[in-house]
């Protein structure tokens, strides 16, 4: 029996039954999460994690950081209910025992992920990982995409890209992306992230080429929101309902970009996922290939859109009852320990798996 087939086996087993029909649907689901600095309290000799150590600037010590593990945990597996969010892209991660701590030693440990995570040449030493449930998504290979930027500029952090098997036995492509950040002027660092979006931009291309009904997925905190150029003209994003409209010819491209467009449920006045000098910015974002809208494809987004998660752990409140004021509770202001998580919130998109073969 070869590996493709023991693997169906396996997804229908662990689903609770054995889909009798090609029409059988269910939930498959895409996290995305910037967690704001997830240091160890170790040194890092190659890079400049110094203000993330007990004696640093941050005063990063083990409690502080076992805390914000455990949270962080909480957060994750409050996603996904009673069945465990399928991927959950992470941004801001130091290293691989960062990610073993949260999959193996805090409550996550019982839900069974397995991660992959870029070893890049960022300067603080931040990358991004992937975690996922092994029993509904199968990884074939991954790669480290490295963003090519100027010289005497700093390096950035490297994109995550793995293609695996869905429970359909599809093959998904997924991108995983924290860009360079906007620390020195937005404008005067929009070159570097134009760059980054065209690494995958060109990745996109290459696999569209093969497999023009690819499924693909590109998820993270890209540090642009959807209308400024690095998305919308350098990697050609816009938004699924504008796609689903085709109102003029650049929505109407088969090699557009979708952006899952967020929406807060829990808080109508939160309108994007970091809030900075009193305004919302939609920096973190879920992005998928035209073929992901479709009723009809083997994973489908049915509403076009992805959840701001905004859930009582997540937020603090200033102003009044009536009218109050959230905003993501941030573990830091400045050097000041703050005790929140992150300064984003989370994403989330269901997405429907149609049938089996």
Sequence with gaps: ???VLIFAI?????????PTSATAQERFRVMEYNVENLFDTNPDALSDDRAFLPQGEQQWTLERY???QGRLARVIAAAGGDVPVELVGLVE?????VITHLTRRTSLARLGYEYMITHSLDRRGLDVALLYQPGRFRPL????LRVRVPEGVRPTRDILFVEGLLPTLDTLSLFVAHFPSRRGGKKDTNALRCQAAKRIR????SIQLHRPEALIIIMGDLNDEVHDTSLSESMGVVPAEAYLRRTDTATASPKAL?????????FPNVKGTYYYQREWNCLDHIIVSPPLLNSAAPLFAPTGKSRILAHPILVEQSGTPLSPEVRPRRTYLGTHY????SDHFPLLATFIVNGFE
């Design 1 to 3: 029996m070869n590996s």
């Design 10 to 18: 396996l997804v229908a087993l662990l689903s609770g039954a054995v």
């Design 66 to 68: 076992w805390a914000k």
């Design 93 to 97: 991660v130091e290293n691989d025992s």
């Design 141 to 144: 290979s991954s790669e480290n």
């Design 202 to 205: 060109h990745k996109v291309d």
């Design 258 to 266: 979708c952006e899952l467009t967020p929406i807060c449920e829990d």
């Design 338 to 341: 703050h005790g929140g998580i």
